[in-house]
Nanobody, 123 residues
């Protein structure tokens, strides 16, 4: 079992930055890939970024490459998503998820999910 808890969401102004955290507990933190997704109202869940077990493998969706950065701190069992230059289109519920089947941009590959944290970007 893996438990994931996201934090760091809130209401922010367009053009600013926000850092989300995903705190993990349960099975060994470095044994799985962690991904970030988001879901806006009326839209499908969208892959954003994923980081492998060793952090040497990092993947980004084209839509956020260069603007979002994923990282992990194994000592704190935490994965971060640094988001820069936010715009209203980034408004969504942000989720982290754990995959024991390696990297994938498909939500169905991920076995465990957090409850999500709302990010609202005002113009």
């Amino acid at each position: 079992q893996v438990q994931l808890v996201e934090s760091g969401g809130g209401l922010v102004q367009a053009g600013t930055s926000q850092r989300l955290s995903c705190a993990a507990s349960g099975r060994t933190f470095i044994s799985y890939t962690t991904g970030w997704f988001r879901q806006a109202p009326g839209k499908e869940r969208e892959f954003l970024a994923a980081i492998g077990r060793s952090a040497a493998s990092i993947y980004y969706a084209d839509s956020v490459k260069g603007r979002f950065t994923i990282s992990r701190d194994n000592a704190k069992n935490t994965v971060y998503l640094q988001m820069n230059s936010l715009n209203p289109e980034d408004t969504a519920v942000y989720y982290c998820a754990a995959s024991f089947r390696g990297y994938s941009g498909r939500p169905t590959t991920y076995d465990y999910w957090g409850q999500g944290t709302q990010v609202t970007v005002s113009s």
